[in-house]
């Protein structure tokens, strides 16, 4: 069955640094998203994305966030310069057709920020 | 008020008991509603999705919409254990809003042998 990869499951990093979060959608679909859950609390939406632009964003992707398709089967949210915040479990999703429909999760990247 | 209302519970049934999960929202947007299901350090699984007023099925699971009262609920029948995780509903609205969902807190379920 077609699933959402992402990767890596887990990344540590020091605040201040650079991450790239990678994900890989499903293969025929054509929206993306990505979201963010902090422990113990809920899924936050972060940003949607379709046809190589972003669709819609939260108040949290602020300017530290971006998100980039880079070659037709990535999809990958850089967070320029970690805060000890951001630690949090990202998911990506993606769904087929035009939303509201279905969205289907990856497993999803625990970031860690030490 | 909170767009979205979800008891976190924690919730333990034994094993065969019908379970009923809820959520209210506040947004009269809101039209597509959906149920995860989420294990420990996992991603969200799609368990249901309805558009609208209404009751769906599929197996033992039924996803009623109260769009008046502006309530809904995921039945499950002989639960198994399982059917052990986090239940959360999550909810879009139609317009420029391009998918964004919106969850709930999520109502810890455990289903005891």
């Known amino acids: 069955e077609p699933e959402v990869t992402q990767t890596p499951s887990h990344q540590v990093t020091q605040m201040g640094q650079e991450v790239i979060l990678r994900c890989v959608p499903i293969s025929n679909h054509l929206y993306f998203y990505w979201y963010r859950q902090i422990l113990g609390q809920k899924v936050e939406f972060l940003v949607s994305f379709y046809n190589n632009e972003i669709s819609e964003k939260s108040e949290i992707f602020d300017d530290q966030f971006s998100v980039e398709r880079p070659d037709g089967s990535n999809f990958t949210l850089k967070i320029r310069s970690t805060k000890l915040e951001d630690s949090a479990m990202y998911f990506c999703a993606s769904s087929e057709t035009r939303p509201p429909t279905e969205a289907f999760f990856g497993q999803g990247t625990r970031l860690t920020v030490v | ?113």
Request: hydrophobic letters at 30%; proline letters at 5%.
């Open chain 2, 1 to 113: 008020q909170k767009e979205v209302e979800q008891d976190p519970g924690p919730l333990s049934v034994p094993e065969g008991a019908i379970v009923s999960l809820n959520c209210t929202y506040s947004n009269s947007a809101f039209q597509y509603f959906m149920w995860y299901r989420q294990y420990s350090r996992k991603g969200p699984e799609l368990l249901m999705y309805t558009y609208s007023s209404g009751n769906k099925e599929d197996g033992r699971f039924t996803a009623q919409v109260d769009k008046s009262s502006k309530y809904i609920s995921l039945f499950i029948r002989d639960s198994q254990p399982s059917d052990s995780a986090t239940y959360l509903c999550a909810m879009s609205a139609t317009g420029t809003s391009y998918g964004k969902l919106t969850f709930g807190q999520g109502t810890i379920l455990t289903v005891h042998p």
